[in-house]
């Protein structure tokens, strides 16, 4: 119980179902976690589930580069530095035509999803560099490499995160920084309940029963499949690996 002993986990989006899922994992791991979201509340109620003196929250907008860069004091002064970095923070957007997507709310899915995750690498690397090397793990989806009709947006932002791991993953590595994404499938969370609703306003229930019948496992992941996932790349063990997509999708891209 002891694969992240002594590292530091800074985690966006820590208020999610993933993200408090993921918390969890690295906590009983022996890590040092620092949670970053809006919500203050929820916030505080997720540090509360997570449990142990070793985890902490900031509430910071991960689309503002100042934001960034307090995360990353935030967990120096409170823990030493920088181990691993989760660019976990993600919208869904609207669900609907791309010809009739408002022009603001792309662009607001765009600064979450992708310029988030730049931002944070920006602000996480010069940290990790100080400790000799780190791991920094992004959340992408199945829709980062297909096309996902009525959510234009999001798939793009999705790809897009994909070039962005792949480039400092390719920066970075000679520094012993991995950078790698993880592809999940639909997840039991909130984000899910959003777009279940947006295809279906009128039985939400219908909408998961047929995406969950379109995964050849004929489930949703739960957030823990998906922390597991990020507990493996996150940890030693995956010294070796990185610039890669790691798909947790019960074979929904087989």
């Known amino acids: 119980m002891s694969r992240l002993a002594e590292k530091v986990a800074v985690i966006t989006g820590g208020a999610g179902g993933i993200g408090i899922a993921t918390g969890k994992r690295f906590s ?67 669900v609907t035509s791309l010809l009739d997507y408002d022009e603001s709310r792309f662009d607001q899915v765009m600064a979450v999803n992708v310029k988030g995750p ?33 959510l234009a947006p999001y798939a793009t932002s999705k790809h897009a995160v994909i070039g962005l791991m792949r480039s400092a993953a390719k ?5 012993g920084i991995r950078v790698n994404t993880v592809n999940p499938s639909p997840v039991h969370t909130r984000m899910m309940r959003s777009i279940e609703e947006g295809i279906r306003p009128d039985d939400p229930e219908a909408a998961q029963q047929l995406m969950a019948a379109n995964i050849p496992m004929q489930r949703y992941a739960e957030a823990e499949d998906i922390a597991n996932i990020m ?23 087989a």
Request: charged share 20%.
């Open 171 to 175: 920066e970075f590595a000679a520094e």
């Open 231 to 253: 507990l493996f790349l996150a940890s030693d063990e995956s010294r070796f690996m990185t610039g890669a997509t790691y798909f947790a999708d019960g074979g929904n891209t």
């Open 118 to 150: 730049f931002l944070g690498l920006r602000a996480a690397v010069p940290a990790m560099r100080l400790r000799g090397g780190g791991s920094i793990i992004i959340t992408s989806s199945i829709a980062g490499v297909r096309g996902a009709p009525s």
């Open 28 to 94: 009983s791991e022996g890590a040092r976690v620092l949670l970053v979201d809006l919500d203050e509340k929820a916030l505080a109620d997720a540090c509360a589930e997570i449990g142990g003196n070793a985890v902490s929250y900031l509430v910071a907008d991960v689309t503002q580069a100042d934001d960034n860069a307090r995360m990353v004091e935030t967990a120096t002064e409170r823990y030493g530095g920088v181990d691993i970095f989760l660019a976990n923070a993600g919208i869904e957007g609207d």
